[in-house]
């Protein structure tokens, strides 16, 4: 993995929230009531997760999203600022509250529901607000977790200026060809990959997308076709079954390592050992490295 002399100026278009985990001893069945042991609530949402993944990597990162006029927005606001997240671009809303995230865990599994509320909100005027800013960006990070309207619209227009888009398609829901095309990378579940890109087996999916679909499974490990074989990587010290913002930290080290022109095999490598930092720590963002971590 090299590191360039360049900063990567990264904007990432996406939700935030506050999450509240319950810790239990089991996932609750349907009509089943379990005790929790333990309870606490982190900064979350796929868009700010990777805002500050990739800004403690090292990147100059331009944040745009959108949150309730509450305190919960106001902790959001404070805690991407300290993580040096411009928040320039962080809109305001009162016709909604901040959005929230209910996450049961129990042994490593996760049962999550999410509630969009102010991320809702984030629209087209918004993106071109930061127009400027798309046009000296390196790359644009985009999720599934605001309208497809607005994902499809950032992504326009980063390709109209030339600019690298990643894409992390997740909450799963299906994507437009003419998105999946323009886009220079997609990171997915194993498990989705029937709603993201319509019935076709995951082979079928890694050929035709070769260097550009990387599948994620629920062990740290990620699968891509390089044009000749299929390519399978795992962090052999990682034991820990997937938790919560693994796929933030993979997507948010893949796109350092592009940006800093690595190959697509090192940019995978140091996705997946980004990826298992995190299960270090609770929460979605409390575990991720900085880039101090891969210089000492």
């Not at 999410?114 to 809702?120: E, I, L, Y």
């Amino acid at each position: 993995m090299n590191f360039s002399s360049e900063q990567p100026k990264i904007i990432v278009v996406g939700s935030s929230s506050i999450d509240l985990v319950l810790e239990t001893e089991k996932l609750p069945l349907p009509n089943e009531t379990v005790l929790a042991v333990n309870s606490d609530s982190y900064f979350g949402g796929k868009g700010a997760n990777q805002a500050v993944g990739t800004s403690r990597l090292g990147a100059s990162v331009y944040f745009i999203g959108c949150v309730g006029m509450d305190p919960l927005g106001q902790q959001i606001m404070r805690n991407l600022v300290s993580e040096n997240v411009n928040v320039g671009f962080v809109h305001e809303t009162d016709q909604e509250a901040t959005g929230t995230a209910y996450v049961t865990t129990c042994n490593g599994n996760a049962a999550i529901v999410v509630v969009p509320a102010a991320n809702k909100y984030l629209n087209k005027s918004h993106i071109d607000e930061a127009d400027k800013y798309f046009h000296s960006s390196d790359l644009v990070l985009v999720q599934l977790e605001v309208s497809m309207e607005v994902v499809e619209y950032a992504v326009q227009k980063a390709k109209r200026y030339g600019k690298k888009v990643g894409l992390y398609a997740s909450p799963a829901m299906r994507v437009r060809d003419e998105v999946l095309a323009s886009v220079d990378f997609i990171v997915a579940k194993s498990s989705e990959l029937y709603i993201i890109f319509g019935e076709e087996r995951r082979e079928e999916v890694l050929t035709k997308y070769f260097n550009k679909v990387f599948v994620r499974d629920d062990t740290n490990s990620t699968i891509y076709f390089d044009g000749t074989e299929m390519k399978y990587y795992r962090n052999d010290k990682d034991k820990t079954v997937y938790k919560m913002g693994m796929g933030d930290a993979f997507t948010s080290g893949f796109a350092i390592a592009l940006c800093h022109g690595n190959t697509i095999e090192d940019c995978v490598k140091f996705g997946n050992e980004v990826s298992s930092r995190v299960s270090g720590g609770k929460g979605s963002q409390t575990g991720l490295p900085r880039i101090s971590d891969f210089l000492s």
